[in-house]
């Protein structure tokens, strides 16, 4: 079993930045994607980005030059910065992991959420 813990949600304003983290704990032979995807009230859940172990990210065209993705493959841990936050962006953040155990079962991952409100 593997563990993801979110960490740095909250209120900003329209226009502000905040940075999200995620830490994978457990069972990890290899990871082999992490990302955030995102769900507001009455929304489905929609992929804001992802990583690769190779370092290539991919962004969904609303966050694209806003949002950057980043990955610590030492720590497990994948980071999302957010700028130039807009209240469009409020909605509740998952961690997504795909994750290869030690068992050699490939598996995926979400986190618990974190909340991000852009407000004024």
């Known amino acids: 079993q593997v563990e993801l813990v979110e960490s740095g949600g909250g209120l900003v304003q329209p226009g502000g930045s905040l940075r999200l983290s995620c830490a994978a704990s457990?069972?990890?032979?290899?990871?082999?994607?992490m990302g955030w995807y995102r769900q507001a009230p009455g929304k489905e859940r929609e992929m804001v980005a992802v990583i690769i172990s190779g370092g290539d990210a991919n962004y969904a065209d609303s966050v694209k030059g806003r949002f950057t993705i980043s990955r610590d493959n030492a720590k497990n841990t994948v980071y999302l910065q957010l700028n130039s936050l807009k209240p469009e962006d409020t909605a509740a953040y998952f961690c997504?992991?795909?994750?290869?155990?030690?068992?050699?079962?490939?598996?995926?991952?979400w986190g618990q959420g974190t909340q991000v409100t852009v407000s004024s």
């Open positions: 997504y992991s795909k994750v290869l155990g030690a068992d050699w079962v490939l598996k995926d991952y």
């Open positions: 457990g069972n990890i032979f290899r990871i082999n994607s």
